[in-house]
């Protein structure tokens, strides 16, 4: 009933606007665009638009535009159209956006703010070249670019290497000059492009992979194999489920490990009883973050720390408490699938590769609902999952596709099997290993690294995931050392709530800083002891 009254209430409010335009406004004297937010914080903003670029489809998504007016930055549909047009984008917005429980978006004219813009190196339709002159820069220019370098596809055969600045036209021209400067003796230009939501196809956790020697029997390539071949079926049935979550105790639960070491990745390995130092740290953080209300009372948290290198476990807060999933379900979506390309029953293919770059880069849920299908649908993923991998998977349930609105808080999994997935997934153990590292490795707004201090040449494999109960990020952190080499750990960090966030984008936003909080002071830590740079 309430979903009814609401549904009454967008409508009638949308034909209010619609009578009010066309009854005062020339359609042929202005034209609209739609806003969303708008924030002086330009983090909170990236990840109010990442949000909108997952519940949106491809064609709208592509629209969505980052644009500043004085100190401060939004994100707009760039309709640039008539009063009638934008009422009806309205309507229609207006249900995915209550559905996802964000706030409705409204109408302006196509005026008072300004593009933003990036510096850009280069284009061209050799992705190869480009990747080389990526290499040049990245190293010549140093750690005041290297996290933001990336290269972008701006059509169907045409790339272009840029820094993504997001600054406005004149400031953004001002450090363009600088870089023509630096290099000038590289053969290298400089000039400014408008940043337009292009995709990222290249960046620097990719350049790290590529340069990663993983020396394993190489696997076959998305490019050398046919397409995925689908029998022609009716679309599933996607049902929004109850949003009621488990009632989880705000006190955080030790569990009893097993002492049993395996190279199959069965068990997170024993470490010392008790809580640690470096537990008791990041509890100390976890307490002070509640004092100052960043953390709610109805928030649950767990944090997970696993050294690849020693095969042992540094950190444990809550790792065998089950949470919702979210989109950190994805990358074993991924696993289901590539097990039955490896048994012959699936042929990954350049199809099937976009869909599960957009599954994972961009967490994209009709994407991920393409593959979930693929395999056989949510029973089949957790049936292979369970079966196949069950020393990974100890209490991993996925038993939904994702609903419309992005909805999904039946899937759900255990921190610990977060972390023994990772494992296997950095020792090479999983089928087609090297291709998910691919596609987790692939430019994005991480919660681990991307905004935090931790120094630029970390190598990152990651998944986030949100709803309006949750907050998480899991994935792989490998910095540098003093010596040379690499240290290579898995991080887990979940914060779920047990009510709905009554602002969704802003519960995202600030719940993501306080896992860039803790991934930071775990750095710090490790650090100390690792000789890391």
Not at 436 to 446: E, F, H, Q, T, Y
Request: hydrophobic share 35%; net charge positive.
């Amino acid at each position: 009933m309430y979903y009814l009254k609401e549904s009454c209430r967008v409508l009638l409010v949308s034909l209010l606007l619609l009578f009010s335009f066309c009854h005062t406004v020339s359609a042929e004297e202005d034209r609209y665009d739609l806003v969303y937010i708008w924030d002086k914080d330009l983090d909170k903003v990236l990840d109010y638009k990442d949000t909108l670029d997952q519940l949106f489809d491809e064609k709208t998504a592509e629209k969505l535009v980052l644009v500043g007016r004085d100190k401060e930055y939004g994100v707009i549909y760039d309709r640039n159209g008539s009063a009638r047009s934008v009422a009806t984008d309205l309507i229609q917005h207006g249900e995915i956006l209550r559905k996802a429980g964000l706030d409705e978006a409204y109408a302006v004219k196509d005026k008072g703010y300004h593009r933003l813009y990036n510096v850009s190196y280069g284009l061209g339709s050799n992705l190869e070249v480009l990747k080389k002159s990526y290499d040049r820069i990245y190293n010549y220019l140093g750690k005041g670019v290297g996290k933001d370098l990336s290269i972008i596809q701006i059509s169907e055969n045409n790339y272009c290497l840029i820094y993504r600045r997001i600054g406005d036209r004149q400031s953004t021209s001002v450090v363009a000059r600088r870089h023509a400067k630096k290099l000038r003796r590289q053969g290298i230009s400089t000039t400014i492009i408008a940043e337009n939501n292009e995709p990222v196809v290249f960046g620097e956790s990719s350049l790290l992979d590529e340069s990663r020697n993983d020396n394993s029997v190489a696997e076959a390539t998305a490019d050398s194999l046919p397409e995925v071949e689908l029998k022609q079926e009716a679309e599933p049935v996607l049902s929004a489920s109850k949003e009621v979550i488990p009632v989880i105790r705000d006190v955080p639960k030790k569990v009893v490990r097993s002492s049993e070491k395996s190279n199959t990745s069965s068990v997170i390995v024993a470490r010392t009883a008790g809580t640690t130092a470096f537990e008791q740290q990041v509890e100390d953080l976890i307490k002070q973050l509640r004092r100052k209300g960043a953390i709610a009372g109805d928030e649950t948290t767990s944090w997970v720390v696993y050294d690849l290198e020693k095969d042992t476990t540094l950190l444990d807060i809550n790792a065998n408490q089950s949470f919702q999933a979210a989109s950190m379900i994805k990358p074993f979506v991924a696993l289901a699938f590539f097990h039955q390309v490896k048994k012959g029953k699936l042929q990954y293919g350049s199809k099937s590769r976009r869909y599960m770059e957009a599954m994972i880069q961009h967490s994209n849920n009709n994407a991920t609902n393409w593959v979930m299908k693929a395999v056989g649908g949510p029973a089949s993923v957790d049936h292979i999952l369970r079966t196949e991998y069950a020393h990974i998977f100890k209490n991993t349930e996925v038993t939904e596709y994702i609903p419309a609105g992005g909805r999904t808080y039946k899937n759900h999994a255990l921190p610990s099997d977060y972390v023994r997935f990772l494992r296997a997934l950095w020792n090479q153990e999983l089928p087609y290993g090297k291709e998910m590292r691919r596609l987790m490795a692939l430019p994005g707004r991480d919660r681990l690294y991307y905004g935090t201090p931790i120094p630029q040449g970390t190598l990152v494999y990651n998944k986030t995931g949100s709803t309006a109960h949750l907050c998480g990020d899991m994935g792989i952190l490998a910095p540098r050392d003093k010596k040379g080499g690499r240290f290579p750990y898995a991080i887990v960090g979940i914060i779920e709530r047990e009510s709905r966030a009554d602002n969704y984008g802003s519960w995202v936003s600030s719940r993501g800083k306080v896992i860039r909080q803790v991934s930071t002071l775990v750095y710090e830590e490790l650090k100390k002891t690792h000789q890391l740079l």
